[in-house]
């Protein structure tokens, strides 16, 4: 574990740690718990393994989702309406 995950982990108590196992990540996410895998593989998701266990922290999970969030850039159109 890296040290900014370290800091990340010490400063949150034991009552802020929610955990979600695949399945329920999967119920979350409304994915397929093989999308969730792939996703692990690649690390493009956050997660933890507690050994040969993979858990999601909720809090990370919210946080992935706001950083996956897809702002379009706000495009004007002109009125062409004189043409």
């Known amino acids: 574990m890296n040290r ?4 990340e ?7 802020d740690i929610s955990m ?9 996410l409304k994915i397929d718990q093989k ?3 792939r996703y692990v593989s690649l ?3 956050p997660y933890v ?8 922290v909720r809090k990370q999970i919210l946080a992935w989702i706001e950083e ?8 004007t159109f ?5 043409r």
């Open 4 to 7: 900014e995950r370290k800091k």
């Open 9 to 15: 982990f010490s400063e949150i108590g034991p009552a």
């Open 20 to 28: 979600l196992n695949v399945k329920e990540l999967e119920a979350f």
């Open 35 to 37: 999308t969730i895998y």
């Open 43 to 45: 690390g493009l998701i």
């Open 49 to 56: 393994r507690i050994q040969s266990n993979i858990r999601f």
């Open 68 to 75: 996956q969030n897809y702002q379009p850039n706000r495009i």
């Open 78 to 82: 002109t009125d062409r309406s004189d």
